[in-house]
């Protein structure tokens, strides 16, 4: 085991290992103690094939169900499944508006925070790479963009129309203070909105005028570069 640039670092039990990308549908799992094989699937899990030749076997268990509180319906958008940048077998997710984390690679999950407000709706979560207690968040009610500096402590950096299903938020997998967001077209007063970015984690946050429109965009994505 170890690193695999370009795709991310392991993380595993001593079973198996996730090598997770930078592209969600493509993911490598090193299977360590039975074949030693490497799996590849590149449409997210859907097919597997291993390129060395060899059997390959993966099973799936649910470790968490859609948690709900009683009287409080919890919605699931996007993609709010987060790996810890700094402990790989630590991961976070966000089922409506609870965030829920996991110490030992999602066999056991306990709420941790929950964002504040009405609504519970959330389509995009992302933890800091420089301060693990800083997240941004986008959520539906009020199309806001929150973020998350303390236990309990979040604010509402910006509320501009997004998409219902998509996930419009994306780090910058080469710098993670560099964050990107596309609003709808045309989402404050008529006018016209372009890729928002910000380079401190969503404090503050400025269009790229030059950027194409968007309507209803699906997913924004950060390719890994080197100069």
Same mark, same amino acid.
């Given at each position: ?93 966000? =089922? ?12 056991? *999950?306990?709420? @941790? +925070? $929950? !964002? &504040? ?22 959520? =539906? ?12 402590? *979040?604010?509402? @950096? +910006? $509320? !501009? &129309? ?66």
């Amino acid at each position: 085991s170890g690193f695999s640039p370009g795709f991310g670092a392991i993380v595993g039990t001593d079973k198996t290992a996730i090598l997770a990308p930078d592209l969600a549908e493509t993911m490598w799992k090193y299977d360590v103690d039975l074949q030693k094989n490497v799996a590849r699937t590149t449409d997210g899990g859907d097919t597997w094939s291993v390129p060395g030749g060899g059997n390959f076997t993966y099973a799936w268990a649910l470790k968490q169900s859609n948690f709900a509180r009683p009287g409080i319906a919890t919605v699931i958008r996007g993609n709010t499944l987060r790996i810890d940048p700094m402990n790989r077998e630590k991961l976070w997710v966000v =089922q409506g508006k609870f965030v829920m984390a996991s110490w030992n690679l999602g066999e056991n *999950w306990s709420i @941790v +925070d $929950s !964002i &504040p407000g009405i609504g519970n709706e959330c389509n995009a979560f992302v933890v800091s790479a420089t301060d693990t207690n800083t997240w941004l968040a986008l959520f =539906q009610a009020g199309d806001r963009i929150v973020r998350r500096t303390a236990p309990g402590v *979040w604010t509402t @950096v +910006d $509320s !501009i &129309p997004f998409t219902e299903y998509g996930l419009p938020l994306e780090q910058d997998v080469n710098n993670p203070d560099h964050v990107m967001f596309a609003p709808e077209t045309t989402s404050v007063a008529g006018a016209s909105q372009h890729l928002y970015e910000s380079y401190d984690f969503g404090l503050t946050w400025s269009q790229i005028p030059s950027t194409p429109l968007f309507r209803s965009s699906l997913r924004i994505m950060s390719e890994r570069f080197s100069t």
